[in-house]
Antibody, heavy 120, light 110 residues
Framework: EVQLVESGGGLVQPGGSLRLSCAAS????????MNWVRQAPGKGLEWVAS????????YYVDSVKGRFTISRDNAKNSLYLQMNSLRAEDTAVYYC?????????????WGQGALVTVSS | DIVMTQSPDSLAVSLGERATINCKSG?????????LAWYQQKPGQPPKLLIY???TRESGVPDRFSGSGSGTDFTLTINSLQAEDVAVYYC?????????FGPGTKVDIK
């Protein structure tokens, strides 16, 4: 069974840092684009970042460029999101999401999400 | 950026009746295929892929869900609405970065 499990969420002060992890099981991470998508409380979905299966290409939404870094460790079947200089508006549930094997930007599987709260 | 809009914001449909949700992209997402997906999100759950390439049902999705449209205008239809279909439905374009979602349409039972 394909499964994505996020961890590392929590409460952080504005300007702080947090690293989210996503453990994948039931498939080999190295064959897939991976994505992070977030959802602010009571709001809609917002794509955050995408990373090519071999790590050679990465893309970010403008609002997190220079502050967030997506990375992967295919040997550990894990995806990461390093979040620096956090702002109140980054408060959201962050979903780890797998790209489809034929089109990596089509999301076909989602984790349960990790809540990140940025507040003093 | 490709802006996605949806209508209506919410709708209430009687059990067994049809629900229709519209999605419009700010520019065409057609290149051989329509790079348009639909997701269903139930309260407290992550989204679930329902439809991709605008009209292809994901494996395991009931056939009462169907997608149509091309270019910039798309529709998700739920035939014979069931109680378990209460959710928010999002369209998303995967034609170009940044990936963008519609604002969502909430479907309830009348």
């Amino acid at each position: 069974e394909v499964q994505l499990v996020e961890s590392g969420g929590g409460l952080v002060q504005p300007g702080g840092s947090l690293r989210l992890s996503c453990a994948a099981s039931g498939f080999t991470l190295s064959g897939y684009w991976m994505n992070w998508v977030r959802q602010a409380p009571g709001k809609g979905l917002e794509w955050v970042a995408s990373l090519r299966y071999d790590g050679s290409d990465e893309y970010y939404v403008d609002s997190v460029k220079g502050r967030f870094t997506i990375s992967r460790d295919n040997a550990k079947n894990s995806l990461y999101l390093q979040m620096n200089s956090l702002r109140a508006e980054d408060t959201a549930v962050y979903y780890c999401a797998r790209g489809d094997s034929s089109n990596g930007w089509l999301i076909d599987c989602w984790g349960q999400g990790a809540l990140v709260t940025v507040s003093s | 950026d490709i802006v996605m809009t949806q209508s209506p914001d919410s709708l209430a449909v009687s059990l067994g009746e049809r629900a229709t949700i519209n999605c419009k992209s700010g520019q065409s997402v057609l290149y051989n295929k329509n790079y348009l997906a639909w997701y269903q999100q139930k309260p407290g759950q992550p989204p679930k892929l329902l439809i991709y390439w605008a009209s292809t049902r994901e494996s395991g999705v009931p056939d009462r869900f169907s997608g149509s449209g091309s270019g910039t205008d798309f529709t998700l239809t739920i035939n014979s609405l069931q109680a378990e279909d209460v959710a928010v439905y999002y369209c998303q374009q995967y034609y170009r970065i940044p990936l963008t979602f519609g604002p969502g349409t909430k479907v309830d039972i009348k």
